[in-house]
């Protein structure tokens, strides 16, 4: 485990050590190893520990015996949230390499099983950056709300080497700090516009007026319903002494997406961006499509194959830790590719055979050294 410890090496034990009994990095290899194979609690992480008793003990690990459920818990409440989400984003560096203009999307998700039942307090947000080529994640930092995105995104760049990369954030994340801050970088930033900056909105709406008249949109047929896209983007020259607290901006683009479901009305709905990069009609329009595709790529897989909203867990930073140990654990799944399968298919076979869970391990650490 000496590639684990090493990408861990700066999380601090949060317990007194004359009280500890079990290795801390032992406990998280555990958590780590058990997400890996679809954990979804404490009991379910104590439960893969014990059938897997021997093999951890192999390695060298609970010399003591198994840590329970509640131990686990204990612990992983308790751990520095801040340090880490450095220790992701260091892991994520130093394995992932990404190519000059690719596109980052930052987007939130609810943790919807992460209700506080005892102090009523709202479940938790987290703002995640993914990587849309390398289909992996990079780095997530948590709210109290959708609204704190806002304060968010610019603590999670703080810690992302964006340099060349293309960033992609909603509506809620078009805010003049963060585009100042996403262009002072290195990167550039792609924002979706809307009500927020009503002025800006307004003004990117006349100049492509007369450009979307003139697009042509070709109806195909989706799951029986009818479905069509159009994209359009044009130099924001006319628009820069107009807004000059949106630094850099050099593109402005419009999406037109239309629906005729098999009942009920046909919708026709626009949407607006503005970005710091010289956006060709093409990259724009893939920009636009990988975004979008966060949801099925991250989110949906979180929750359906990850079963992330049935996870109950949400005293101290918990949930949080959890999410971030699933996170690592798809991109892990991801990165093991002898097997062209699902992921739900590869956490059944990471639960039953050690085999599969050491080239699961070894393949997403595979920049640190072999386990």
């Keep these: 485990t000496g590639a684990f410890e090493q990408l861990f090496s700066e999380l601090e034990d949060p317990r007194q050590s004359a009280k500890v009994a079990h290795l801390f990095t032992d406990i998280l290899f555990l958590v780590v190893c058990a997400s890996i194979a679809g954990a979804k609690g404490w009991e379910d992480i104590e439960d893969f520990g014990d059938l897997h008793f021997d093999w951890f003990r192999e390695k060298g690990l609970f010399k003591n015996g198994l840590p329970v459920h509640d131990t686990i818990a204990r612990v992983i409440s308790r751990v520095d949230s801040e340090q880490f989400q450095r220790c992701f984003i260091g892991w994520m560096q130093s394995v992932a390499e990404l190519s000059d203009g690719q596109l980052i999307a930052i987007d939130g998700k609810r943790l919807c099983g992460s209700y506080n039942r005892e102090d009523r307090q709202s479940a938790i947000h987290m703002v995640n950056a993914f990587a849309a080529e390398n289909n992996v994640v990079l780095g997530q930092i948590k709210t109290q709300s959708k609204s704190n995105e806002i304060t968010a995104i610019p603590a999670l760049l703080n810690l992302l080497d964006i340099k060349g990369c293309l960033i992609s954030i909603d509506a809620m994340g078009c805010q003049t700090a963060i585009a100042e801050k996403i262009v002072e970088s290195g990167g550039d930033y792609l924002l979706a516009l809307k009500g927020n900056q009503k002025e800006l909105h307004d003004a990117v709406r006349n100049e492509l007026a007369g450009a979307v008249n003139q697009e042509v949109i070709c109806l195909e047929k989706h799951h029986g319903r009818g479905e069509a896209r159009a994209y359009h983007v044009m130099d924001a020259a006319s628009l820069v002494n107009r807004f000059p607290e949106w630094k850099g901006l050099k593109t402005i683009g419009v999406t037109l997406s239309y629906r005729q479901p098999k009942k ?20 724009f329009a893939n920009a636009v499509r990988s975004h979008w595709a966060v949801e099925n790529s991250l989110h949906w897989v979180l929750d359906v194959s990850m079963k992330e909203d049935e996870c109950q867990i949400y005293r101290g930073n918990a949930a949080e830790i959890l999410s971030g140990a699933r996170k690592l654990a798809l991109n892990m799944l991801r990165a093991e590719t002898t097997r062209k399968t699902s992921v739900p298919r590869k956490q059944k076979r990471a639960h039953g055979s050690t085999d599969y869970l050491e080239k699961v391990l070894a393949a997403g650490l595979v920049a640190l050294n072999e386990i």
């Design 264 to 283: 009920g009305k046909a919708s026709l709905e626009y949407r607006y961006y503005i970005s710091s990069a010289a956006l060709t009609k093409a990259r």
